[in-house]
């Protein structure tokens, strides 16, 4: 009824930061958040009577933010036992298949990551899917940044790229470099992480209105 559209009115409306990161999140020409990611959490949001204003930043930032900042979240963040304790989360919002990827025309075979060792593998500084290809004993070489790391393979210095599937082809699409992709080898679903300071009711509201993935 009418009285909770008053109660609705009243929540401080939240900081939603995020990062550059192709097709979840990201800005279109015009300057406009927009992404898989960012439509979920705008329809939701939309749907709850929940203010937001959106940014983009560098990861390192739009994460210390909503770490240490009231009433601000982060996304697409992905939930681990570590990260847990320290925000409220709604979602998933999308699925990160973290995958391997040859060009197109290359003569390589490999389907598991213990595979990936007779290859020089490419991906970028403090990525996850980096780190846990490295973890295994693969020696990773890191760009500076996802779009560096597709120039590199596509330029032969390495054999073989490790990313996210769908930012990989995004990319890979938008610079006309065509990919074979190898082998998927984890699935990481994506949540809106927010500081404690926001309610748990509010959580509540915004998971509501998002589909089941």
Known sequence: GHTSSIAFAQAPS????????????YQNDQGIVVGIATQQLRNALRHAGIEARFRILPWARA?????????HCVYSTT???????????????????????SLAGRDIQASSI??????RVGSFR????GNHVAAQGVDVLRAPNERENLARLDAGLVDVIVTGKATGEFLANAK???????????????????????????????????PPL
């Open 63 to 71: 994460y210390t933010e909503a770490r240490l900042r009231e009433h």
């Open 176 to 210: 006309n470099v065509a990919l074979r992709h190898l082998f998927t080898f984890y699935r990481a679903p994506l949540y809106l992480a927010c500081h404690p300071s926001v309610s748990k009711d509010l959580i509540k509201r915004l998971q509501h209105h998002l």
């Open 14 to 25: 939240l900081t939603i930061n995020t990062e550059e990161y192709p097709p979840f999140n």
């Open 126 to 129: 403090e990525d996850a899917v």
């Open 114 to 119: 213990q595979e990936l060792a007779h290859f």
């Open 79 to 101: 939930r681990t036992a570590a990260r847990e304790p320290q925000f409220r989360w709604a979602g998933p919002l999308a699925i990160n298949e973290w995958a391997a990827f």
